[in-house]
């Protein structure tokens, strides 16, 4: 069974940092996406930042292409977040996710929701102006 965890969610002033993880357990074999969404309050979840563990590539949304820097950790398989800069839009509850090892095209629907199997529960990140 895959479980993801996050953690490092909090509340900062605009301008500040946070560095969000995800602890992966239950497989670690093949290549895959690993990948960032979020989700504000009325809004529909949005991909933010996608590692492909294979080649660790990375690929960004352009809103946050400078100041978000997504990583791995493989022996601790966990994923990172880290994001300076920070925006009041940028606040949203924060979601790590992965696929499932296949062929693909690097980043064709990488920010698709529906291509996800595994979902963590989740961390909150409040952006104060």
């Known amino acids: 069974q895959v479980q993801l965890v996050e953690s490092g969610g909090g509340s900062v002033q605009a301008g500040g940092s946070l560095r969000l993880s995800c602890a992966a357990s239950g497989y670690t074999y093949g290549n895959y996406y690993m990948t960032w969404f979020r989700q504000a309050p009325g809004k529909e979840r949005e991909g933010v930042a996608v590692i492909y563990t294979g080649s660790g590539r990375t690929y960004y949304r352009d809103s946050v292409k400078g100041r978000f820097t997504v990583s791995q950790d493989s022996p601790k398989n966990t994923l990172y977040l880290q994001m300076n800069s920070l925006k009041p839009e940028d606040a949203a509850t924060y979601y790590c996710?992965?696929?499932?090892?296949?062929?693909?095209?690097?980043?064709?629907?990488?920010?698709?929701?529906?291509?996800?199997?595994?979902w963590g529960q989740g961390t909150q990140v409040t952006v104060s102006s």
């Open positions: 996710a992965a696929d499932q090892p296949g062929p693909r095209t690097l980043w064709i629907g990488a920010f698709d929701v529906s291509r996800y199997k595994y």
